[in-house]
């Protein structure tokens, strides 16, 4: 039982699952690496090593509140989502778009046969990605590009390599939970909301 072995866990680790149950519920996503390094290294997570070492036990504590646990060895990545349907998000249009051309983005590297699973670019590739293909007609306010950055900070989404995030020239790292949160059953569905001039004010659920 997972309750047993839950309760022959130390002080500490108890302190530490309850942190790491917060961050999942907060976050959704956490992986192996941190990847915030400007020289392009990888660290390993230390709290990934932790779920890992006691995912049977996060995974029955989550499932009591319907939430399902799933661990992808290919990316490293540890995820949480709701079957119920809580804890989605509903993001603006521009937020939506940012994700789908993040996804876009990641999708294209990957395409050239890139060894890393992360993809390194900056603000200002992103802005033009989304108006090369014509997602949006002008060039987005600062607030609006950082407020978007933010949720993809926020939900460990992308990371960032420079302090700040409010000029065009900031360094992010597309990180491999953008194929999590814009799956591939996603896509279309965001491409057919994106281009229907009749929802141009609506906003999007998207489980971050």
């Known amino acids: 039982m997972w309750l047993d072995r839950?309760?022959?866990?130390?002080?500490?680790?108890?302190?530490?699952?309850?942190?790491?149950?917060?961050?999942?519920?907060?976050?959704?996503?956490?992986?192996?690496?941190?990847?915030?390094?400007?020289?392009?290294?990888?660290?390993?997570?230390?709290?990934?090593?932790?779920?890992?070492?006691?995912?049977?036990?996060?995974?029955?504590?989550?499932a009591?509140?319907?939430?399902?646990?799933?661990?992808?060895?290919?990316?490293?990545?540890?995820?949480?989502t709701n079957?119920?349907?809580?804890?989605?998000?509903?993001?603006?249009?521009?937020?939506?778009?940012?994700?789908?051309?993040?996804?876009?983005?990641?999708?294209e590297e990957k395409e050239k046969a890139s060894t890393s699973e992360v993809v390194y670019t900056t603000t200002a590739?992103?802005?033009?990605?989304?108006?090369?293909?014509?997602?949006?007609?002008k060039k987005p306010t600062i607030k609006d590009t950082v407020d978007a950055l933010r949720f993809a900070i926020n939900h460990n989404i992308i990371t960032r390599l420079d302090k700040t995030i409010d000029n065009m020239g900031a360094?992010?790292?597309?990180?491999?939970t953008i194929l999590f949160t814009i799956s591939n059953e996603k896509i279309n569905a965001i491409f057919q909301i994106m281009f229907n001039k009749n929802t141009e004010n609506n906003e999007e659920a998207v489980e971050a």
């Open 83 to 107: 079957e119920a349907g809580y804890n989605h998000e509903r993001i603006d249009k521009l937020t939506t778009i940012f994700l789908f051309t993040l996804r876009l983005m990641y999708d």
């Open 6 to 62: 839950y309760n022959t866990m130390s002080s500490i680790d108890k302190e530490r699952f309850s942190e790491l149950t917060n961050e999942l519920l907060n976050k959704n996503y956490i992986l192996a690496y941190h990847y915030d390094n400007k020289n392009r290294t990888r660290r390993p997570n230390s709290n990934y090593n932790f779920l890992v070492k006691y995912y049977e036990v996060f995974e029955a504590y989550f």
């Open 125 to 137: 590739q992103v802005i033009y990605k989304m108006m090369e293909l014509e997602l949006i007609n």
């Open 64 to 80: 009591m509140a319907n939430y399902v646990l799933k661990r992808d060895d290919d990316y490293h990545v540890i995820s949480l």
């Open 171 to 176: 360094q992010i790292v597309i990180l491999p």
